[in-house]
């Protein structure tokens, strides 16, 4: 599963940051996820919460922030792509990503990452 890679690797920055702070807890796990990542938030959560199971961030709380896709196109646009639908799948939005003032296919600049923002600890 696409989303169980992912979350192996944000687990273990949580782990790594939370060793690092003497944490005897983990109590709040906030992740930006970029739509572009096509991740399921729900399938993140379930995979974070199997792989902290048995460590301090086993009862850990989630919250997943969106980043919106941002592009870039040669006429000089930079900013919102054309459409941002919710449940269009990866390949029918990357081709959404076209520049709203030409048309053109653009450079996505934005809305890729997917990163722990920040973790609440006692
Ligand atoms: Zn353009």
Same mark, same amino acid.
């Given at each position: 599963?696409?989303?169980?890679? /992912?979350?192996?690797? !944000?687990?273990?920055?949580?782990?790594? $940051?939370?060793? +690092? *702070?003497?944490?005897?807890?983990?109590?709040? #796990?906030?992740?930006?996820?970029?739509?572009?990542?096509?991740?399921?938030?729900?399938? /993140?959560?379930?995979? !974070?919460?199997?792989?902290?199971?048995? $460590?301090?961030? +086993? *009862?850990?709380?989630?919250?997943?922030?969106? #980043?919106?896709?941002?592009?870039?196109?040669?006429?000089?646009?930079?900013?919102?792509?054309?459409?941002?639908?919710?449940?269009?799948?990866?390949?029918?939005?990357?081709?959404?990503?076209?520049?709203?003032?030409?048309?053109?296919?653009?450079?996505?600049?934005?809305?890729?990452?997917?990163?722990?923002?920040?973790?609440?600890?006692?």
């Amino acid at each position: 599963m696409h989303e169980y890679s /992912l979350a192996v690797d !944000l687990m273990e920055s949580v782990l790594t $940051t939370a060793k +690092e *702070n003497n944490a005897k807890a983990v109590n709040l #796990i906030s992740v930006k996820v970029g739509r572009i990542t096509h991740v399921n938030p729900a399938q /993140l959560e379930f995979c !974070l919460k199997s792989i902290g199971d048995g $460590t301090i961030a +086993e *009862n850990a709380s989630y919250s997943f922030e969106y #980043i919106e896709p941002e592009i870039r196109c040669v006429c000089g646009y930079a900013g919102k792509p054309n459409e941002t639908a919710d449940d269009l799948d990866m390949l029918e939005y990357l081709v959404s990503l076209v520049c709203p003032l030409c048309g053109r296919n653009t450079e996505v600049i934005g809305g890729t990452e997917l990163v722990v923002d920040s973790i609440d600890i006692d």
